[in-house]
């Protein structure tokens, strides 16, 4: 059974700089497709950024493409999310996921984390 928790987020103003870390245990963290995924109020949950098993592909949506980057702790067995230039709109309770294809991570099926909040003001 493989079990995820986030943790790293927090207030801070636009512009700022958070970092998210979800930790991975029962299962390497290479071996599953991995992504984070947000949802802000009134709004459905949306991907933000993946991994390919074995962490050398990554994919982002376009709005965090270039502000945005995942990427694999295998030491620590834990899926990082760095995010800079952050702005109000990016508000959110943000998710870790694990799955075993490509395909079952977009369709946002296997398994999740509880969520960490991310909150930037204006």
């Known amino acids: 059974q493989v079990q995820l928790v986030e943790s790293g987020g927090g207030s801070v103003q636009a512009g700022g700089s958070l970092r998210l870390s979800c930790a991975v245990s029962g299962a390497p963290v290479s071996s599953y497709y991995m992504g984070w995924f947000r949802q802000a109020p009134g709004k459905e949950r949306e991907r933000v950024a993946s991994?390919?098993?074995?962490?050398?592909?990554?994919d982002y949506a376009a709005s965090a493409s270039g502000r945005f980057t995942i990427s694999q702790d295998n030491a620590k067995n834990t899926l990082l999310l760095q995010m800079i230039s952050l702005k109000p709109e990016d508000t959110a309770m943000y998710y870790c996921?694990?799955?075993?294809?490509?395909?079952?991570?977009?369709?946002?099926?296997?398994?999740w984390g509880q969520g960490t909040q991310v909150t930037v003001s204006s």
């Open positions: 996921a694990a799955a075993g294809s490509l395909r079952e991570l977009f369709l946002m099926s296997g398994y």
């Open positions: 991994i390919h098993a074995g962490g050398r592909t990554t």
